[in-house]
């Protein structure tokens, strides 16, 4: 088992930043952020494997930063340049499966997943 527990979030006006932790209670192969605005479906934000390979959502890429500091088993998510349309409840997952023949973005990937923390973004 793995508990997952974030930290984070919370309101800002459009253009600003933002940071989220996930601390992890052990080490893990693959965490990544996902993201659910209401009725729309949960999507992959940005993901870390335990090897330091990042990926990214499109609609993400050049303003938000996953990292990692492994003696701490937390995974990081640096928000900058934060839009209207980033508004959303975000979700740590983490796997401590090795499929890399399954895209990191896809949920059923994921056995732990945090409690959530909202993000406002304001206009």
């Known amino acids: 088992q793995v508990q997952l527990v974030e930290s984070g979030g919370g309101s800002v006006q459009a253009g600003g930043s933002l940071g989220l932790s996930c601390a992890a209670s052990r080490a893990t192969t693959l965490v990544t952020w996902f993201r659910q605005a209401p009725g729309k479906e949960r999507e992959g934000v940005a993901g870390?494997?335990?090897?330091?390979?990042?990926y990214y959502a499109d609609s993400v890429k050049g303003r938000f930063t996953i990292s990692q500091d492994k003696s701490k088993n937390t995974v990081y998510l640096q928000m900058n340049t934060l839009k209207p349309e980033d508004t959303a409840m975000y979700y740590c997952?983490?796997?401590?499966?090795?499929?890399?023949?399954?895209?990191?973005?896809?949920?059923?990937?994921?056995?732990?997943w945090g409690q959530g923390t909202q993000v406002t973004v304001s206009s």
């Open positions: 997952a983490a796997s401590r499966r090795f499929e890399p023949g399954i895209r990191w973005a896809n949920v059923g990937r994921y056995d732990y």
């Open positions: 870390i494997t335990g090897g330091g390979i990042t």
